[in-house]
């Protein structure tokens, strides 16, 4: 079975310190895998995904994310945080029939 | 602006009423959701279309009933709601289902509190 696992239910950082939020998932095939934003009071909206060409993958904002295999990881990386990207992030993979897994979400605080 | 939108934004209905949730989208895609969001829990998906054809209802209480009369058209009929099911509710909608890799479109969804 499929699993998504974000570490942190929350993660601050300072104005224009690293982001790094955390994703760890299981899949018994390839995986394709996303990062969506969620801002206060909003829908979810795609941030970057995995389709199995390059390992790292640039989203929109300034964000990026690297699939690593060996360790069954698809983390968020920003280099330098902004108050506009203050929001709750999920990452999620898709199942061999359609549905997406998602992660419980991490909500990204920054400090001004 | 989003090419999928959700009326109405806010909703609040008591135990024994009849409401519906509406959701349209522009982006000529083929599939369409409905997501529960809740606090502290990860998006449940409810029900999948494809094609106007349900294909998927994760076991969510008859009190939540879809229609999807075409393929842009996407209602939630709710009746007989308890509180537990005061969430915010997303549409979304994907250009194929047969496609692990594609992108899913949210609206901005409707918040449901059930008194």
């Known amino acids: 079975a499929q699993s998504v696992t974000q570490l942190g239910s929350h993660v601050s950082v300072s104005e224009g310190a690293l982001v790094l939020l955390r994703c760890n998932y299981s899949?018994?095939?390839?995986?394709?895998l996303f990062w969506y934003v969620q801002y206060p009071n909003q829908g979810l909206q795609l941030l970057l995904k995995?389709?199995?060409?390059a390992t790292l993958v640039k989203g929109i904002n300034g964000f990026e994310a690297e699939f690593k295999k060996s360790e069954t990881s698809f983390h968020l990386t920003k280099p330098s945080a902004h108050m506009s990207d203050a929001a709750e992030y999920f990452c999620?993979?898709?199942?061999?029939?359609?549905?997406?897994?998602w992660g419980a979400g991490t909500k990204l605080i920054i400090k001004p | 602006e989003t090419g999928v939108t959700q009326t109405p934004r806010h909703l609040v209905m008591g135990m024994t009423n009849k409401k519906s949730l509406k959701c349209e989208q522009h982006?000529?895609?083929?599939?369409m959701y409905w997501y529960k969001q809740s606090a502290k829990k990860p998006l449940e998906l409810m029900f999948v279309?494809?094609?106007?054809?349900?294909?998927e209802n994760n076991s969510v209480p008859s009190r939540f009933s879809p229609e999807c009369p075409n393929s842009s058209h996407l209602f939630l009929h709710l009746h007989t709601l308890q509180p537990e099911d005061s969430a915010l509710y997303l549409c979304?909608?994907?250009?194929?289902?047969?496609?692990?890799?594609?992108?899913?479109?949210f609206g901005e969804g409707s918040w449901l509190t059930v008194v």
């Open positions: 899949s018994s095939v390839p995986p394709y």
């Open positions: 279309y494809s094609l106007e054809e349900r294909v």
């Open positions: 979304a909608s994907s250009q194929d289902l047969r496609d692990p890799g594609n992108t899913i479109y």
């Open positions: 999620a993979v898709s199942s061999f029939n359609y549905q997406l897994i």
């Open positions: 995995y389709t199995s060409a």
């Open positions: 982006l000529g895609h083929n599939a």
